[in-house]
């Protein structure tokens, strides 16, 4: 079945410490997303690859780190930079960029600073 | 700047009461209009896209419709099942990106 896997689905996070959340899809697309939803606040963009070894900043970028080493993977790491860390983070991916179409979503992470 | 609001922010329906959900929506030129289906702590799920004012798709007892301004998800008898948050984002040509702008979503409860 394709499809985005991301894993953990639960993690807790110390103050001071840095976190990365696996992303992987084997849909074969280009563009890869990721999301962080708090509640009553849509979904806001935290990075995006629209190609390998490529990635941009999305609007809340600030204390999250990401690499795109692989076409099928796009890990986010949450680092002791970011103050709220505690969220449901969704990670998406698109055919292309550009294209004009869907993004398809994993399961979530649900990540908890204790 | 671009932007989705969705209305209303929570709905509660009798089994078989059909309604409607809004997505309105002022961007700089539409690319496309998504909408998902996202259970409790699960990731969104893909239900239709729309890319024209005037088009329209379906899928069981849900029809997704287009204006140029807005956007209606239509309920048809419903059933408990459907109970969900419904969201709704849009990809808009003028802000220079590619982003998908989400709206908050519509929390929908079906009661048998």
């Known amino acids: 079945d394709g499809g985005i896997t991301q894993s953990p689905k639960y993690l807790f996070r110390k103050e001071g410490q840095n976190v990365t959340l696996s992303c992987e899809q084997n849909?074969?697309?280009?563009?890869m997303y990721w999301y962080r939803q708090d509640p009553g606040q849509g979904l806001r963009l935290i990075y995006y690859?629209?190609?390998?070894?490529?990635?941009q900043k999305g609007d809340i970028a600030e204390g999250y780190s990401v690499s795109r080493e692989k076409k099928e993977s796009f890990p986010l790491t949450v680092t002791s930079a970011q103050k709220n860390p505690t969220a449901f983070y969704l990670c998406?991916?698109?055919?292309?960029?550009?294209?004009?179409?869907?993004?398809?979503f994993g399961q979530g992470t649900r990540l908890t600073v204790v | 700047e671009d932007q989705v609001t969705q209305s209303p922010e929570a709905l509660r329906l009798q089994e078989g009461e059909s309604s409607s959900l809004n997505c309105s929506y002022t961007?700089?030129?539409?690319?496309?209009l998504f909408w998902y289906r996202q259970d409790p702590g699960k990731g969104p799920e893909f239900l239709f896209t729309?890319?024209?004012a005037g088009e329209e798709k379906e899928k069981e007892r849900l029809k997704a419709t287009l204006t140029k301004k807005e956007s209606f998800l239509h309920i048809t008898a419903p059933k408990p099942e459907d109970s969900a948050t419904y969201l709704c984002?849009?990809?808009?040509?003028?802000?220079?990106?590619?982003?998908?702008?989400f709206g908050t979503g519509t929390r929908l409860k079906v009661l048998a």
């Open positions: 998406a991916s698109s055919i292309m960029y550009r294209g004009n179409t869907e993004a398809f």
């Open positions: 849909l074969n697309h280009d563009a």
């Open positions: 690859s629209q190609i390998v070894n490529d990635f």
């Open positions: 961007v700089s030129g539409l690319r496309g």
């Open positions: 729309l890319y024209s």
């Open positions: 984002a849009v990809q808009a040509r003028g802000s220079g990106t590619y982003k998908y702008i």
